[in-house]
């Protein structure tokens, strides 16, 4: 069964630099999702996205932004960026028609140096 | 403010023996739990979920178990396998109009020992 992907799983940047990760859910799956985690830690929610529209907003620095496109596929836009924000990256996907279980890509690890 | 709480940050067991992975939350509008099973590097899979209305939820090996007045759940992994060995996420889902996000746990490193 597809996947939710993205990409690049790996990212180096300076820092003060920017970044863009690209989410593509699961076919037919309208919600999408971003998380951080950072070393150590749990998941924490940054995004989401309904049908191309912002749906909630979690601790995303003003620094961050995202959309969702016509075609279901997310980007996260990271400007700025600072040391702190070396961490990896999952977007996830759900179905507002089905139970609200949410299923994860493999992630992008972005090391700020 | 950790509103998920795993309080065992690991747990070892015998190969064939049962797992119990405990959680706990606060947040009383939480109305769907999950578990989460993770290897480094990758992205979380999700293994097994729970409604509010419900106390017990089965798949195979896999048990949840959810006490709503206590705030508790529980994953049974019986019989537990050497593959299982990883680190397991609670995760709690609250509907906020345009989806379910998720707050998960810190996380109990299992280790499965032959």
């Known amino acids: 069964a597809a996947g939710v992907i993205q990409s690049p799983r790996h990212l180096i940047k300076e820092k003060r630099e920017t970044a863009t990760l690209k989410c593509y859910p699961i076919p037919r799956h309208d919600t999408v999702y971003w998380y951080q985690q950072g070393p150590g830690q749990d998941p924490q929610f940054l995004i989401s996205f309904y049908e191309k529209m912002q749906s909630d907003k979690g601790s995303i620095p003003d620094r961050f932004s995202a959309q969702q496109f016509s075609d279901y596929h997310s980007e996260l836009n990271m400007s700025s960026l600072e040391l702190g924000d070396s961490a990896l990256y999952f977007c996830?996907?759900?179905?507002?028609?089905?139970?609200?279980?949410?299923?994860f890509g493999p992630g992008t690890r972005l090391t700020v140096l | 403010d950790q509103q998920v709480k795993q309080n065992s940050p690991s747990l070892s067991v015998q190969e064939g023996r049962i797992s119990i992975l405990n959680c706990d939350y606060t947040?009383?509008?939480?109305?769907?739990f999950l578990w989460y099973k993770k290897y480094p590097a990758e992205g979380p899979t999700f293994l097994i979920s729970i409604s509010s209305i419900k106390d017990k939820n089965e798949d195979g090996r896999f048990t949840v178990f959810l006490n709503k007045s206590a705030k508790h759940l529980s994953l049974h992994i019986v019989p537990s396998q050497p593959g299982d060995s990883a680190v397991y996420f609670c995760a709690a889902s609250e509907f906020t109009g345009g989806g379910n996000k998720l707050t998960f746990g810190t996380g109990t490193q299992l280790k499965v020992e032959l």
């Open positions: 947040n009383s509008m939480f109305d769907y």
């Open positions: 996830a996907s759900s179905s507002t028609s089905g139970l609200p279980e949410q299923f």
